[in-house]
Nanobody, 126 residues
Framework: VQLQASGGGLVQAGGSLRLSCAASGRTFSHYTTAWFRQTPGNEREFVAGISSSGERTVYADFVKGRFTISKSNAKNTVDLQMHTLEPEDTAAYYC????????????????????WGQGTLVTVSS
């Protein structure tokens, strides 16, 4: 499966951005999908994930209430809506996906994911 991430850009603190991850080759309907982010010199960290059914979502504590992950099986996309952005959110954001045994599973470790998109850069100015 190939993933294409888009939607990054420059935004002022307090602003919003919507990232989108499009899949080709396979559908997201049988995969758990997540967004991670990474800054230079740091490990790639989990941001948000969604189960293959779309009914279960998991968020990192630092984005709860600000970010929302959603999926569209019809469009084969997984989006990350980001509100109230902070300079600390500046990072390259990556989407990742992997098959799972149950439709309610959400994987949160970077090493759980075999398929990655290229990063899309989000820059939040103060």
């Amino acid at each position: 499966v190939q993933l294409q991430a888009s939607g990054g850009g420059l935004v002022q603190a307090g602003g919003s951005l919507r990232l989108s991850c499009a899949a080709s080759g396979r559908t997201f309907s049988h995969y758990t999908t997540a967004w991670f982010r990474q800054t230079p010199g740091n490990e790639r960290e989990f941001v948000a994930g969604i189960s293959s059914s779309g009914e279960r979502t998991v968020y990192a504590d630092f984005v709860k209430g600000r970010f929302t992950i959603s999926k569209s099986n019809a469009k084969n996309t997984v989006d990350l809506q980001m509100h109230t952005l902070e300079p600390e959110d500046t990072a390259a954001y990556y989407c990742a996906t992997n098959t799972v045994l149950t439709r309610s599973t959400v994987l949160t470790y970077r090493t759980d994911y075999a398929h990655w998109g290229q990063g899309t850069l989000v820059t939040v100015s103060s």
